[in-house]
C-alpha cells in the first residue's frame, strides 16, 4: 500500500522568508499525482500545488513551488516570501490506482 | 458561488442518536468522498461514489451509510452515533477520469458526540 510520510509535524519561518516542507512517499507505481493541500484555521482543505510523476519540471504556482525527486520519492514545497496567511496545516497527499493517501501533515508557524 | 458545501458545519449530538450531513457539489464531478479527520488531524477516506454507484469502501462501522441520490449530491447517515466518531467530516469531489486535477473540498462538518 502506498504511504506518505511528512517527516515535520511543525515548522517555523519569519515572515518574508523561506520555508521547505518534506514529504516522502512510497509506491510500486510509475504513473501517479502528487499533491499539497493547506488547511488554515477555518479548516476548509485547499488545493495549493499538483505534480505529475512523468513530468520533469518542477510544479510552480506564485510563491509556491516544489521540488519533485522521483527516484528518492521526495516531494518537498517551497514557500517563499512567506506570508502571515501562510500559517495552517500542509498536507501531502498521494493519488495513483488508490484513493487519495495523505500524509500526517505539517503545521506551519509564521512569525511577523 | 460555494463548489463543495456542506451542512451542517457543526453537530453536536448524544450518543446513540441517529444524523446525517449532506454534501453538494456544483463542480459537474462524477466522483464524492467522504473523508474524516481525526483530532490528530490524521486524514482518511471512507467511501467514494462514482456516478452514484458506491465504489470505495474503507473499513468503516456499517453505523455509517452513505446515500447518493444524484451525481452532484452524497450524503453521510450515521447511526447510533459513539463518543468515538467525533471527528471533522469532509466530503470532496473530483472528475474520476482526470486524477491529476485533485479533488475539491467542501468545509467540513465538526460533528462533537457528548
Known amino acids: 500500500a502506498q504511504t506518505v510520510t511528512q517527516s515535520q509535524p511543525e515548522m517555523s519561518v519569519q515572515e518574508a522568508e523561506t520555508v521547505t516542507l518534506s514529504c516522502t512517499y512510497d509506491?510500486?507505481?510509475?504513473?501517479?499525482?502528487l499533491f499539497w493541500y493547506k488547511q488554515p484555521p477555518s479548516r476548509q482543505m485547499i488545493l495549493v500545488i499538483r505534480?505529475?510523476?512523468?513530468?520533469?519540471q518542477n510544479a510552480t504556482e506564485n510563491r509556491f513551488s516544489v521540488n519533485f525527486q522521483k527516484a528518492a520519492k521526495s516531494f518537498s514545497l517551497k514557500i517563499s516570501d512567506s506570508q502571515l496567511g501562510d500559517a495552517a496545516m500542509y498536507f501531502c497527499?498521494?493519488?495513483?490506482?488508490?484513493?487519495?493517501?495523505f500524509g500526517k501533515g505539517t503545521r506551519l508557524s509564521v512569525i511577523a | 458561488d460555494t463548489a463543495v458545501s456542506q451542512t451542517p458545519k457543526y453537530l453536536v449530538t448524544q450518543m446513540g442518536n441517529d444524523k446525517s450531513i449532506k454534501c453538494e457539489q456544483n463542480?459537474?464531478?462524477?466522483?464524492m468522498y467522504w473523508y474524516k479527520q481525526d483530532s490528530k488531524k490524521f486524514l482518511k477516506i471512507m467511501f467514494s461514489?462514482?456516478?452514484?454507484?458506491?465504489?470505495i469502501n474503507e473499513t468503516v462501522p456499517n453505523r455509517f451509510s452513505p446515500k447518493s441520490p444524484d451525481k452532484a449530491h452524497l450524503n453521510l447517515h450515521i447511526n447510533s452515533l459513539e463518543l468515538g466518531d467525533s471527528a471533522v467530516y469532509f466530503c470532496?469531489?473530483?472528475?474520476?477520469?482526470?486524477?491529476?486535477?485533485?479533488?475539491?473540498f467542501g468545509p467540513g462538518t465538526r460533528l462533537t458526540v457528548t
Open positions: 470532496a469531489s473530483s472528475r474520476l477520469t482526470t486524477r491529476g486535477s485533485g479533488q475539491y
Open positions: 509506491t510500486s507505481e510509475s504513473d501517479y499525482y
Open positions: 505534480q505529475e510523476a512523468y513530468k520533469q
Open positions: 497527499a498521494y493519488k495513483g490506482n488508490t484513493p487519495l493517501v
Open positions: 463542480l459537474g464531478h462524477d466522483t
Open positions: 461514489y462514482n456516478n452514484k454507484e458506491l465504489i
